[in-house]
């Protein structure tokens, strides 16, 4: 039967669609994989030096950082050693125009190779990357010269490109299931059936990345980041978690997911409630102190006479205006013992969470009582929140004397006469609560 459909790869139309459709798809794969700080010619600490991600600007897709930048190409189709080649030359005029891209990398993505003279060629320029790795400068010279006498390519280019074959078009189940390999490495979705990461992969690539090469926009990582994180955010922290089933008719619960939910719930609160037990242990005598009105604490924003949180683990606070000066994000252990992961966390719950999973994956906290690793796929569901400083025994009142001192006050006297701290937020004048006298 004749295809008429125009958008066909039979036709050229179709042949361009295919394409662009899936730079979106390899861009997504690209941008999870810098995020997870394992793609090549990127550096780990892509999100420290203010990533970003551009299609069809300066070519097909760009991934640049403060001082670099990735170029990629890509090819839809098989990659022969004759368009391999020209690809290389063209970076070559690329490094050579534009010498101020600072640390410069190449990539060919393509489907598939063809031919053994391209897979070699592929082989050469990793064995280039390795020798290079290696700063053995004789080394990388001989090899680079064999490159250039084998292939006819200049080796400064060479040393900086790789050649990829991976079969990332949006429609095809090899990206499908590349994405979510990548993307369970470097998000903590153990429970995420893969159901869920299609509907993540195609709405990424048909909606925010396709949206950004008509536009011909540029897209922070930190901001891709953010969205990709967002239903992935603990209970504790968005208060967000349902234990049940979506079928076509409806919702019904799903017994094994609230019980599996619950029984982890359980194990964070139980821990929890022992890290407020030790708190108040420890500031017993403050305590009754505040319910005598003898504290020697007075609020640094209102001047309010005593400190104490009314919050449920006691911590610290002012009931009258709701300042609180320590906030602590704990991840309960299988043995049941609190394991701090971020102390004064940012208040917005996206980038708590997007802090405490860059911390676990660079610092890869233990247990201090049993030794075991804090797990990533159980951060969902362990982690919980207190308003207290860590460790508990370095806490004593002084902190929040010597605080006050720091803010302005002199006992019960600010230094701006008859104003306070909050008085002066609530003016908007809070930039005067810092100011040198």
Known sequence: MKDWNQFSPRFKGGQVAE????????????????????????PRNILDLSGRISLEKFEDIEIRWDGGCLIVSVKDKHLSYQEAKSELEKFEEILATMPRLGEVAFRIEATALSGSKTRDLQGDLDRLLQVASTEISDELDEVIEEFEE??????????????????????????????????????????????????????????????????????????????????????ELMQTKFDVLRTPFGYVPDQDLGEAWHREHEIAMAVRREVVKKWKRHT????????????RVRCPFCNYP???????????????????PYLTVFYACDCRAPVPVIRQPPMDGLDMFSDLLEYVRKERPKCTECGLDVETEKLQDRTFLAHLPWPIEEYSDEKIIQMRIDMGWDGAKYKIEGETPLSLIMKGRASEIFEED
Do not use: M
């Open 19 to 42: 394409r662009v459709s899936s730079q979106d798809s390899i861009a997504l794969v690209l941008v999870i994989e810098a995020l997870g700080g394992i793609l090549q010619g990127t």
């Open 150 to 235: 084998k292939h006819g390519v200049s080796g400064d280019v060479a040393v900086k490109s790789c050649i990829s074959s991976r079969d990332l078009s949006r429609d095809s189940d090899t990206a499908r299931a590349i994405f979510a390999t990548q993307f369970r490495s470097v998000f903590p979705v153990a429970d995420f059936t893969d159901d869920r990461i299609e509907e993540i992969f195609h709405d990424y690539t048909s909606r925010i990345l396709a949206g950004a090469r008509r536009r011909r926009e540029t897209i922070a990582l930190s901001q891709l980041r953010r969205e990709l994180l967002e239903p992935l955010v603990p209970l």
């Open 284 to 295: 017993r005598r403050d305590l009754i102190a505040y319910f005598t009105y003898k504290s």
């Open 306 to 324: 005593t400190v104490r949180s009314l919050l449920n683990d006691g911590g610290l606070g002012c009931p009258k205006c709701g300042w609180f």
